[in-house]
């Protein structure tokens, strides 16, 4: 459906100099809380029904065509391509239930394009995020640093090695005297980062609340798009993403059959294969 919303001036400017933007798009609250219930039966419990620590939904967008109808959301698209210049295109969604405490890191480093830097995250607060709910951490500024590769580190090119790369990029974060701040948001507000901001999740000082979220990641049009912590310098991971549907009478792509989808999850262990 066409829109007329935009960012303001000092949205954009803000996206800019800081890497991020928050943005009230007006998203329909009983839509969220319909994600929040639909999604929640999704997650990993332990026999006692308690949610599995890190436990994370990708692409629930499939299961609950409301989580696809935020990522295709027109106000959203109209901001990201006010902010890019391009045609966004939502590719990938996760739904958190709780904090991450994921350690911070660049998106450049799952996602990027050529040319580079097409890349997006909008990350949507499901119900209010304070302080003791595992709010969001980034740091300001962090996307005007160069764009660090496993390579830039020295590192190899599997996932073995994302610890090290985490480790590295605390390092940065102090030489560079990096300042965080703190997803304090309201339920429905919207965080659009920049590829190459730093950012990861808060610990979650009170463990006994929740913390739903959903990030929609999103490429733009007229890249090559490839997974660099796969990519060597000599060879890139490139990738095919699948869209996600802007309508709900949509067909999904044939899975390869279940022994080869094992093997592809094996052999992605060395990097032979990316997640598309
Ligand atoms: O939700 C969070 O705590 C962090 C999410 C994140 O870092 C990501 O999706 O890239």
């Known amino acids: 459906m066409p829109t007329n919303f935009?960012?303001?001036?000092?949205?954009?400017?803000?996206?800019?100099?800081?890497?991020?933007?928050?943005?009230?798009?007006?998203?329909?609250?009983?839509?969220?809380?319909?994600?929040?219930?639909?999604?929640?039966?999704?997650?990993?419990?332990?026999?006692?029904?308690?949610?599995?620590?890190?436990?994370?939904?990708?692409?629930?967008?499939?299961?609950?065509?409301?989580?696809?109808?935020?990522?295709?959301?027109?106000?959203?698209?109209?901001?990201?391509?006010?902010?890019?210049?391009?045609?966004?295109?939502?590719?990938?969604?996760?739904?958190?239930?709780?904090?991450?405490?994921?350690?911070?890191?660049?998106?450049?480093?799952?996602?990027?394009?050529?040319?580079?830097?097409?890349?997006?995250?909008?990350?949507?607060?499901?119900?209010?995020?304070?302080?003791?709910?595992?709010?969001?951490?980034?740091?300001?500024?962090?996307?005007?640093?160069?764009?660090?590769?496993?390579?830039?580190?020295?590192?190899?090119?599997?996932?073995?090695?994302?610890p090290e790369y985490e480790q590295r990029i605390r390092e940065l974060i102090q030489t560079n005297k990096l300042e965080p701040e703190y997803g304090i948001m309201q339920k429905g507000t919207a965080f659009i980062w920049h590829a190459n901001l730093l950012h990861g999740g808060a610990p979650q000082k009170d463990p006994t609340r929740t913390r739903h979220s959903l990030v929609t990641h999103f490429y733009f049009a007229g890249c090559k798009y490839y997974t660099p912590l796969y990519s060597s310098l000599w060879r890139r991971r490139y990738r095919q993403p699948f869209w996600i549907p802007a309508t709900a009478d949509y067909v999904l792509p044939q899975e390869p059959p279940a022994p080869m989808r094992w093997y592809k999850r094996w052999w992605m262990r060395f990097g032979l294969f990316t997640k598309s």
Request: glycine letters at 8%; charged letters at 20%; zero cysteines.
């Open 6 to 162: 935009q960012l303001t001036t000092a949205q954009i400017r803000n996206f800019q100099d800081k890497g991020f933007v928050t943005v009230d798009f007006a998203l329909d609250g009983k839509l969220l809380d319909t994600i929040v219930a639909k999604v929640g039966p999704l997650y990993e419990r332990s026999r006692g029904g308690q949610l599995l620590s890190g436990t994370r939904i990708q692409d629930a967008w499939k299961q609950v065509d409301e989580v696809r109808q935020v990522a295709v959301n027109d106000r959203v698209a109209a901001a990201l391509e006010q902010l890019y210049g391009r045609k966004p295109l939502p590719f990938q969604t996760l739904n958190f239930p709780m904090g991450t405490t994921q350690p911070a890191h660049s998106d450049t480093i799952h996602f990027n394009s050529v040319p580079k830097g097409f890349m997006a995250g909008v990350w949507v607060a499901l119900e209010a995020i304070d302080a003791d709910n595992g709010p969001l951490i980034y740091y300001p500024g962090s996307h005007k640093l160069r764009e660090y590769s496993m390579q830039s580190f020295g590192l190899g090119t599997t996932h073995v090695h994302y």
